[in-house]
């Protein structure tokens, strides 16, 4: 099991007409994992069942137009995911008889 949160803040110019203002954006990267692994027959039946959750978003601080219009800060999630996964894996064995 692990989970991570990695946040990045920018810079970025927003064009409004002949003026462009300068406004800060902050990115925010979520996400979770979570796995386990069991016997299911005997040792040689092996089942792995996994979960991952993903979340991606980002924040737009509040600016001002250069008209004297104020815009409110927004935040947007721009990408989420939820993984299920399932495998199983198999050992087979064959005797041999080794003749010398």
Avoid: C, W
Avoid at 69 to 78: H, K
Wanted: glycine fraction near 8%.
């Amino acid at each position: 099991m692990d989970g991570y949160n990695v946040t990045r803040k920018s810079e970025g110019d927003l064009i409004a007409g002949i003026d462009t203002i300068n406004v800060g954006i902050t990115y925010d990267l979520l996400s979770f994992d979570f796995g386990m692994a069991f016997n299911v027959i005997n040792f040689n039946h092996e089942m792995k069942f996994g979960y991952s959750y993903s979340n991606y978003a980002y924040d737009v601080d509040a600016f001002a137009l250069p008209s004297g219009i104020s815009v409110r800060s927004s935040r947007e999630n721009y990408f989420k995911a939820h993984d299920l996964s399932l495998s199983i894996n198999t050992i087979t064995l064959i005797p041999q008889k080794i003749q010398i």
